[in-house]
T-cell receptor, first 114, second 109 residues
Framework: ETGVTQTPRHLVMGMTNKKSLKCEQHLGHNAMYWYKQSAKKPLELMFVYSLEERVENNSVPSRFSPECPNSSHLFLHLHTLQPEDSALYLC?????????????FGEGSRLTVL | QQPVQSPQAVILREGEDAVINCSSSKALYSVHWYRQKHGEAPVFLMILLKGGEQKGHDKISASFNEKKQQSSLYLTASQLSYSGTYFCGTEDPGNQFYFGTGTSLTVIP
């Protein structure tokens, strides 16, 4: 139990589907992150939210749309994805966004796009 | 911009030692180390903030050579539980943070 919970753990979707990934943190942290982990690649930062405001978007395609309604919840909305988007999507949180401290990761959502 | 780790993979017998290196092409503010076991979330091991700093926990320790823009993770007398993928993360003075390429470590009996 890391204090960061992600659902669903596994998701299979077609290229025309719309789905969402959910992340919840119970640690009282102010910053939340979405990372993409593909086989044999480094963890790639997708989005960063600090105090519910997006502070970083690393040129992620618009078919990924994040939402942070409050400091405890983070969503990643998915639509018209491509097979190459199949990966493990990891959510993380930290006390604050600047001077990156310890990141607490969820166990990830394994996405397969058919 | 992403730090490069070496080796990419290593297999050890229980009780053997290993060193994992992390090199950056940019000046560094801090270096972080994480371990991810198969099917689990990455877990924070330690952070090094100052050049020359060394830290350790149990039989896992790390050093940070600020001048060389490098960090090394030392695993001493490895245990089966050390198996996993180790990632370094580097932060530059502008707070840009990148994870390394990862090192797969397998400890066998």
């Amino acid at each position: 139990e890391t204090g960061v919970t992600q659902t669903p753990r596994h998701l299979v979707m077609g290229m025309t589907n719309k789905k969402s990934l959910k992340c919840e943190q119970h640690l009282g942290h102010n910053a939340m992150y979405w990372y993409k982990q593909s086989a044999k690649k480094p963890l790639e930062l997708m989005f960063v939210y600090s105090l519910e405001e997006r502070v970083e978007n690393n040129s992620v395609p618009s078919r990924f749309s994040p939402e942070c309604p409050n400091s405890s919840h983070l969503f990643l909305h998915l639509h018209t994805l491509q097979p190459e988007d199949s990966a493990l999507y990891l959510c993380a949180s930290s006390q604050s966004q600047g001077n990156t401290g310890e990141l607490f990761f969820g166990e990830g959502s394994r996405l397969t796009v058919l | 911009q992403q730090p490069v780790q070496s080796p990419q993979a290593v297999i050890l017998r229980e009780g053997e030692d290993a060193v994992i290196n992390c090199s950056s092409s940019k000046a560094l503010y801090s270096v972080h180390w994480y371990r991810q076991k198969h099917g689990e979330a990455p877990v924070f091991l330690m952070i090094l903030l100052k050049g020359g700093e060394q830290k350790g926990h149990d039989k896992i320790s790390a050093s940070f050579n600020e001048k060389k823009q490098q960090s090394s993770l030392y695993l001493t007398a490895s245990q089966l539980s050390y198996s996993g993928t180790y990632f370094c993360g580097t932060e530059d003075p502008g707070n840009q943070f990148y994870f390394g390429t990862g090192t797969s470590l397998t400890v066998i009996p």
